[in-house]
């Protein structure tokens, strides 16, 4: 495991990383990004997450993202399925059955969903699930075609390459190419969720630009442990944005109390 920033190695990939350490008798803190995120795009939030709970916390740039690796493209449409399975493990396993959470925000909260009901490694306490989604809804499809258009004609590539570099064609790209695959509108894992026996908190904003609050219902009902809503007004697809002081209540709060 690392110490600070640096970069870490799982399935063959060296991914950046960053840890922040905290209490050793709290559970370790596994932060997954959304679809477009890294450990830049993060920001502030891995350390007032670690502040608040007291936990250590790891943060990493999947492949393709950040300083990670390069993958190449195009990303075949299983590429969450791919992150959960065959790498994530791997990161979990470099903790040595230490007791974690996983956190994730959008892509990051259906690749925790889908390692959690198909491979959960020994130590694993709980979920955190920030505008997670489960299946593909018309506004998922339109807001990405939106993203699309901002990267063509708006400005999106340039603010993105601060924090991909050389990877920011494959970040984003690997990203949207997979969802607007027709393949793609299929794309459905509540399949894996009646095997989910950890506690859950889904968080979700209620004017979410990428998905409707069907997707935290659908997940509360089919999961087979606990589950704990937090449902935000005046907040978009990323709650720790839009209504920080909020999520970290609810993330406290349910750290608290497992």
């Not at 890294?38 to 492949?63: M, N, Y």
């Amino acid at each position: 495991m690392i110490a600070g920033d640096g970069f870490i190695e799982a399935a063959g990939q060296r991914l950046e990383a960053r840890w922040i350490d905290g209490n050793a008798d709290k559970p370790v803190i596994l932060m997954l990004h959304e679809g477009l995120g890294s450990v830049s795009l993060w920001r502030d939030f891995p350390d007032q997450v670690a502040q608040r709970t007291g936990s250590p916390v790891l943060v990493w740039s999947r492949a393709g993202y950040g300083k990670s690796d390069p993958v190449s493209l195009p990303r075949p449409l299983t590429y969450m399925h791919d992150e959960a399975i065959e790498v994530l493990p791997h990161i979990v396993a470099q903790l040595g059955g230490r007791p974690h959470v996983l956190l994730g925000h959008s892509d990051g909260a259906s690749i925790a969903l889908i390692h959690s009901g198909h491979c959960p490694q020994p130590g694993l306490k709980g979920l955190v699930l920030m505008a997670p989604h489960v299946f593909v809804e018309d506004i998922s499809i339109a807001g990405i075609e939106a993203a699309r258009e901002a990267w063509e004609l708006g400005g999106l590539r340039e603010r993105l390459a601060r924090h991909h570099g050389p990877n920011v064609d494959c970040a984003f790209l690997s990203w949207n190419g997979a969802w607007l695959d027709p393949g793609f509108r299929s794309w459905n894992i509540e399949g894996f969720l009646p095997a989910i026996k950890v506690p859950c908190l889904l968080i979700q904003g209620r004017d979410d630009e990428y998905g409707t609050l069907a997707q935290v219902d659908a997940i509360a009902r089919q999961v087979s442990g606990p589950a704990a809503t937090c449902i935000l007004d005046a907040c978009g697809h990323a709650p720790q944005k839009d209504q920080t002081a909020a999520v970290l209540d609810a993330i406290a709060k349910f750290l608290t109390e497992l």
